[in-house]
């Protein structure tokens, strides 16, 4: 039997049931009956016949449904992500708003933000599985798909309180004061100690991401170095900033050819002022780690090309920690010194249900 011949019923629901948005796109292009289903009146009414019209706006309409209904298997939950999407200043974050129409513009913000949520369940497991034990190391496997929800879960409801939360309305001083702590705690009283749970999770992915790839401490920086040339290695030494006439890719190499050195990355403190650093780097919202991430490892060149005072900031490794820098400086003074409040409001609403955070690593584990 060809699929053209089956009833229309049979084939919105064959539509309703694929995984992705490109799978129902590819699917309405086979056929011009398949289109038609997904399609908006390719003629005018005034030439057709009344019945025939309301058939075709009929099907029309269940273009956007199961536009969405792919959408939410791709990069669900839908309305964590359109949370996320609505969230303005306007309206505190724990109320719910009322969920726009469906819309292809929505659509495409929705896939976009969706993109770096799946691209989190990705990584997920190189990340939490990704130690030196090497049990833990057998234990690294794929998300099945109701994981991966969990994750883009998690990351959505993070990004809300980033956008909430993390901004120059809650500097430093204000994180103590009763009517801040209600307001950020009214926002994850809805989740449940489970959900909650998610959220710690995923923030453990977020501070492995930052203190190995985006912002390593000298310890680390020292450690990789030994790890890769041996305890008598050439000499470490910090392109952060090289002057503009010449051209780095000359100095490095005149200097490596001459006194032998071996460029590296510029590491971010030791274990003190480290931990400061990533508490305050740890209020970037999902969104804004994986253009970090992407960037440290060389997937994209966004925040490459800055040029500063006569002194270049490249791609290369020594160019990592000062672009990292001018991309954090964009966000202001609020933003330093001023750690994430995310775990401590979290362990403050675990109190108020009379638990304890121990009870939150167990969950965590599980």
């Not at 090497?134 to 994981?147: D, G, I, N």
């Amino acid at each position: 039997m060809y699929l053209d011949s089956l009833p229309n019923e049979t084939l919105l629901h064959v539509l309703h049931s694929l995984s992705t948005v490109q799978d129902v796109l590819s699917v309405t292009l086979t056929s011009k009956r398949l289109h038609a289903l997904c399609s908006r009146p390719a003629v005018s009414p005034e030439f057709l016949p009344i019945s025939a019209f309301s058939k075709l706006i009929v099907l029309s309409q269940q273009r956007l449904p199961i536009l969405f209904d792919a959408a939410d298997r791709q990069v669900g939950p839908l309305c964590s992500a359109i949370a996320v999407l609505t969230h303005n200043a306007s309206q505190p974050s724990h109320i719910p708003r009322p969920q726009p129409s469906q819309s292809l513009s929505l659509l495409k913000q929705l896939l976009s933000i969706g993109a770096i949520a799946n691209e989190w369940a990705d990584l997920y497991p190189s990340i939490h599985w990704g130690g030196s034990d090497p049990e833990e190391c057998a234990s690294r496997r794929l998300l099945r798909q109701e994981e991966r929800y969990r994750v883009r879960r998690a990351c959505y409801r993070i990004w809300l309180y980033d956008l909430a939360f993390h901004n120059a309305s809650f500097p430093r001083f204000s994180r103590l004061h009763p009517p801040v702590i209600r307001s950020r705690a009214a926002l994850l009283r809805a989740w449940s100690d489970r959900e909650l749970g998610e959220l710690l999770d995923m923030q453990s992915v977020f501070r492995t991401v930052l203190e190995k790839h985006v912002c390593p401490s000298n310890g680390t920086i020292i450690r990789r170095h030994k790890d890769r040339y041996g305890e008598f290695s050439n000499p470490l030494i910090s392109l952060m900033h090289i002057p503009a006439p010449g051209g780095l890719k000359h100095w490095r190499h005149q200097c490596n050819d001459s006194i032998g050195l071996v460029d590296t990355w510029e590491g971010w403190g030791d274990d003190v002022s480290h931990y400061y650093v990533i508490e305050d780097m740890m209020k970037l919202h999902p969104g804004h780690l994986m253009q970090l991430y992407h960037f440290v490892t060389g997937k994209t060149d966004i925040l490459a090309a800055m040029i500063d005072d006569g002194f270049i900031m490249t791609r290369s490794l020594a160019g990592h920690k000062a672009a990292v820098e001018a991309f954090v400086a964009e966000f202001g003074e609020w933003f330093d010194n001023n750690g994430e409040t995310r775990s401590e409001t979290i362990k403050f609403v675990v109190s108020e249900r009379g638990g304890n955070i121990g009870h939150m690593d167990d969950i965590v584990a599980d």
